[in-house]
């Protein structure tokens, strides 16, 4: 988790005292679905009492343990143990680190996905203002980087906000996956405590119990969040890489916003650059790129082995924060993006109407003409050097096959461009009402 | 796509014929749309004689216009019109490339995950079969490959059969999110072919449209599927990984089915080995690997980059091709596994009770102690060489502090594997009863 | 494999025939050295003769003998048995499956390197050619995609020329650390035949011997070897998004080769797209993807699993072949590109001297203003909206504080592209002398 | 960087205290250079009083400048001049900010090299200690986790020794490619600034200048850097897994170091785990991990994009600490394993003797016997359920087609522990001299 790229809500999340706070959770939610009468296993009032106790845990005391004992949560139990006195023994009472350490990172990963919901809720807004308000504004659609036929801006970013939808179905989805606890014992047995006892506990946390635990909840599970996030970063990368296509300097169609005082260059004072979006391309590789190591973790050996450990105290918070991050900067990008239809509709008439190339085309279909040969006349007309120079619809005219078939007016009608657009104020309202 | 590795169904699937044969079936299905009453573009009955006259398309001809035109779906257009004469002018009317590739590419991609259903299905029915025939054969849980408290191999099983009806579940969502076309033209806006047009010919091939199409159907998506394949593929490599670990020569507890006339080792006659779920390993590695470039592909720029077109072309066919392997062997494996309990009954009892430590831990802080004192006594007496000695029983009855508060036959109470199995069976039924 | 991307002599390389005949080589290799008088393990002549008799190898029934034994290296010995007849007993003496598989799997990766070895030096040429043929054609320099200080086009494509250098110089350095093969047995430990054997049949071979062997040659080494190629597919990418970047229809400096009869696309004649460097960058996608699998197949268990055969498999033919492939295209496309400097002087003066802003700056630095009030002068007669308008050198000629410090002779000075530009020649001429 | 897992000496290097210094370092070399009589550009002794006046640099203060320009360099300048007043304009005089990056990032990640060497130094020379003590110590080789031949166990870690050496060389390469700059301005074209005053500034850092710059160094360079590092992580992987394969409950031939006052599990008092190398394993997924983002950061847009930036600041830090990490605990690993020689030899005799099998199949070949025929034979009297019965060389011995063809005594010589191993002594050696 690196500062510049840290939301707070993030780093306290992840901070060494909310982990220590979880883990006291759950070993209380246990204790408690222990005191419970069909249980009878601990003492009432037992849980009351520690949480009391218990209520300045100290990290650095459970760190300086650690290093004798060289086992996190074993430090941290005998902390408490030095905070809740005798009765502290009923803590953990049959469970292992994993019943505790999972259940708790079920409760962590939860809030994370929740601070990413109301994040991306956010982006999705942003993104939703943005289409209503450039539904009808015209641009050139570019395939491979080079004009295509017009669209609205309204509709890219109406392709935007689905892709954002989507991923905020997935994001559901994967959370839903991920809560899950285990209070089944070393080996997920219920050796030491009953499933009723798990499932009790666990409620009380929001949590359902793993059906078949090992030691652990299924990796599985957090590989299936882990793509999630990744599959999100990547719709907002597709956003960026879209803003950074479409500021550059011969294209100018939007520009990121720009700061008062802001400085674009060290060296060149002109310079104003779309660095947010060139930001979040470059996080979205670190935000795809833990879900390798997140597949990896999956196959763990028999009942478990502790490899995911290292790797989930990295990419947990890392890919959590940097994905909070990038959503929030993703919708002030969006919302501050400076647009200039202007320069829009001046690069739709650079190409002297060849983005209607194809309705010429379909017209000489129409008129009877096999589409190979249809578009041979047309391609002859169109095909120029780059930039595009300014004879299309003249060439066309001039043209004894097109002529033969095609009236000036009808030619004409080809050249349209309200027509081209006329159902897409349309499918930017269907992706506004979309779920 | 390597012959090894690759199922008849899945070669057929990805074959040349059976990818024009799919682009045929969409440009017919959007000619019935565009002949339908209300759009009333194309003469009515086109489409049947095409059909008619396009039988038999030849793949080798169209490769060999490809080599001029440099386009697949041109050079395919182009043989049409060949075999269909003037009427072929309507295939492809008021569409672009992409239309045609990606609704072929959601029929293909589909019919795919109906392969992989099948045969996930298989292995689940494998894994369900045999988790109950051992739900109660006890065996020592591991946990970091050293004896932790017993299980039941059939639990193990069990949690195998989760992480696949989890995948089975994903697989149907993913297959859900790509069951989407698109006939809205050159940039999406549908310029050409009204919404419903599109609607009604997606429809007739059991897809829906895109919401906000650009080029194409949004790549996301594709990658969200090519994620549950590696979310699988990942599952699979963890049973294979476990049985890889129980058939070690000092495990014992399983072997991987031997053919009659089958040779483990060119050198070595005395070999047998656990290759199919070696195999299983590797090929997760390549499945799971599709994921990094599928994710590349999302970012897309504007309405589309062709980008991803060579990806898919290698990673569609051979993912899912290596997973329908996969499942399959998968699925012979846990079929044909042979079984020792006898041998994990010896292992359980080669560590002299202690895996059963827990048990006398918990008593002890039942009778009063303190947790980490009770620790400290059983692990003074659990302490040995690796290999575990044969005292670990003896030594406890012998230590004072343990005396003083565990009648002798409290502690034996603490050795009976039987209790410490009670709740097993109860697992395996919850797991074969979940969805 | 797919046809679509494998030139021939890597299909030809990877043919079965082809590892059949390696695999030969290779026993008949450690044969010939055991006939040695100081090994004196088999009878002379004896190599010679079953090289006669095996000169046809058939591939496919050695196919079928695998369906039965299961195993590639029996099946291929017991045809050879059925062709050499008793004598083959002697093949295959002291060895185990994987001293013939890596062995030859070294002398296969060796050849595919050899392949890529001279398309790369025909992409260098290429790259070598076009840089010194535009070492002074202006462009503008571009970070961020937005305009900076100008460049010229030879001194970018230079950049590319050093790249693939790099790469040069990396593969040789990965075909050295393959250029290992093993015959020391079934577990490294010479066993059954001398190192004195091995290395003199794996220098008839022009290999080394790895120095510690397990089963098989460490897999350390074909990991290096995959990573090199991902560099390479890397950096071809760069040129590819570059002239993706340069070929966008509002900057238009280059275009890619257009064939005779090519079409664009399918619906718009107007269409002329960059799809070879579109092709380039999805390719490379697969290419760098390779490295995940080859990086897990590092660590085998103990003297070897097989989990990384399946991997190598699929990634030693694909990513060399495609590698190839890419490396034929790119230089293709280097060879092919239209450059059009014209408009890259157009794109040059479409910011009215902006690019210059740096040149201002330092003139006040130089006059004694400090840093940091020098830059907020020249940024605030720069800062215009996107696109950039036409008035920035008359701005600053206007500013009192510019007019303070700098004769109009002195500002007119800063706007000299000549002087601007007085190293590149040198720099273009560098790089073409470079190694 | 998780604090956990940061050695100190990494801590200190990645603080933004020592970033800033650095870049000062660069600012002025550059400076000096400047002031050199051929460049004569600044006053003479500028450098030096610069320096005495920015002696203490305040990162603090720098952040918050930062906030308002969003600027790093254009900050860390702002607070310079701050403290070094109107001299302060000579710095970054005609340079841009990335050769001030860039340059710093040379020179850190060269010392993180420096730091990793150390650390790979100290690994390699544990486990020539190890190999060496070991070179005699027979231990059963394994292949596919199952039983093959014996080997020593100081040849297996030579086997990881010449690893560590070829990613020592591999290392070496690495940082030669990273130890260059540049200076030479916003596009590399030395606009403002000569080759000679780069070629000197660099020099004086112990750099060589980047041949071919764009704005920045070429990525290609550090995505060469973390291959590096991951296959130097994929190397300690595989030393780990096998520990982990030998430390098993039932194998038992080596066990990690166990601290006193250490426990192993929060729940099972007897529990003595292999972490150190689990944990190994993780941090490798995650060193790994980081080569998919490095490989992605090399194909910047034209003269560079800023999408690299946010990767390095995470995977530069965080992929050299944890890689330092690995190789501390690695060595430490190595230095403190048990190695428990009596449990090896017992698992050597637990096959009865059919780890010699290949040793009886050779002679029956020598003896005239077809190798397919042989094998058949030797197979018949080893195959048995695992865990292998007691009865291999009685079976052989009572088998007539043996019989008739070896003498008892010619049998009995195939089952010689001391002749299999004849050669290990001397593999070890040739490893322990290996470069």
């Known amino acids: 988790m690196i500062p510049r790229y840290c939301p707070e809500p ?11 706070a979880t883990w006291l959770d759950v070993e209380l939610a246990a204790c408690t679905a222990m005191e419970h009468p069909e249980a009878a296993l601990v003492p009432p009032g037992t849980a009351a009492r520690l949480r009391g106790a218990c209520l300045r845990l100290d ?7 650690e290093r004798t004992v060289k086992h996190d949560i074993i430090a941290f139990l005998t902390h408490v143990e030095e905070l809740g006195g005798p009765e502290a023994r009923w803590l953990h009472f049959g469970l292992t680190s994993s019943d505790v350490l999972d259940t708790s990172f079920a409760l962590l990963l939860g809030r994370a996905a929740g601070l990413l919901a109301e994040r991306l809720d956010r982006l999705i807004a942003a993104l939703a203002r943005r289409a209503q308000e450039h539904a ?20 890219a970013l109406a392709g935007h906000l689905m892709e954002c939808k989507r991923g905020r179905a997935r994001l ?9 606890g285990k209070l089944s014992g070393a080996v997920g047995t219920h050796a030491h405590l009953s499933p009723a006892i798990e499932a009790r506990a666990l409620a009380s946390l929001g949590l359902r119990p793993e059906t078949a635990a090992t030691q652990v909840v299924a990796r599985d599970r957090h590989a299936a969040f882990f793509a999630a996030l990744g ?17 550059r300097s011969e294209v100018g169609e939007v520009a990121e916003g720009f700061g008062a005082g802001q400085k674009g260059s060290s060296a060149m004072p002109h310079k104003r650059n779309p660095i947010a979006s060139e930001n979040l391309c470059g996080l979205a590789r670190l935000v795809r790129g833990a ?12 009942e478990r082995d502790i490899s995911h450990s290292s790797v989930e105290r990295a990419i947990a918070p890392d890919a ?62 169109a095909l120029a050097p780059p930039g595009m120079g300014q004879d299309f619809r003249a060439r066309l005219g001039a043209d004894p096959e097109v002529a033969a078939l095609l009236a000036p007016a009808d030619l004409d009608r080809c050249f349209d461009l309200a027509h081209a657009l006329r159902h897409v104020p349309a499918l930017v309202s269907r992706a506004l009402a979309a779920e």
């Open 231 to 247: 599959l999100l970063a990547a719709g907002v990368e597709r956003l960026a890489v879209n803003v950074r296509g479409w500021q």
């Open 172 to 180: 559901r989805a994967a959370r839903e996956e991920i809560a899950v």
């Open 59 to 65: 990290p650095a005391r459970i760190d300086a343990i």
């Open 136 to 155: 009808a504004t015209p641009m050139i659609g570019r395939s491979h980087g080079m004009h295509a036929e017009p669209i609205a801006f309204g509709l």
């Open 291 to 302: 879900l390798g190591p997140a597949l990896e973790n999956v196959a763990l050996w028999h």
């Open 320 to 381: 959590t924060t940097l994905l909070g991050y990038m959503l929030e900067r993703a919708a002030e990008l969006v919302t501050g993006l400076e647009v200039f239809p202007e320069r829009m509709r001046q690069n739709i008439e650079a190409s002297a109407g060849r983005c209607f190339s194809e309705a010429v085309l379909l017209q000489l279909v129409r008129a009877g003409l096999g589409r190979q040969q249809a578009y041979a006349i047309v391609q002859r007309a």
């Open 10 to 20: 993030f780093a306290e999340l992840w901070s060494p005292a909310a982990k220590y």
